[in-house]
């Protein structure tokens, strides 16, 4: 299973969001830095199990709640998606203190 550590006190809006993300899962450069992006490339990078934990969980869910329901539900709709193509879901998202 591939592992992927988003550190939440370094989200405190869009931007770091798309950023932190970016950086520590190595979008593509032309990533678009918008939820319909960063759900394809999610989507792509989770053609295995993969897991991404979000360290400082509750920083972020602090910080900026609206950021962790999103990745939340686009997470979601990554896995719900591969269902629909007959696949399994393979994204699992935590988060940790």
């Known amino acids: 299973m591939k592992t992927y550590r988003i550190n939440g006190n370094k989200i405190t809006n869009w931007k770091s969001f798309h950023s932190e993300f970016k950086k520590q899962m190595n979008f593509p450069d032309y990533y678009g830095e918008n939820m319909d992006a960063w759900i394809d490339c999610v989507d792509e990078l989770s053609d295995e199990p993969t ?27 990554v896995n719900f998606r591969k269902v629909e193509q007959g696949e399994q879901p393979t994204l699992m998202i935590s988060t940790r203190s």
Do not use: N
């Open 51 to 77: 897991h991404i934990e979000i360290t400082k969980g509750h920083l972020l869910k602090e910080q900026a709640p609206e950021l962790l329901e999103a990745i939340l539900e686009c997470s979601a709709f």
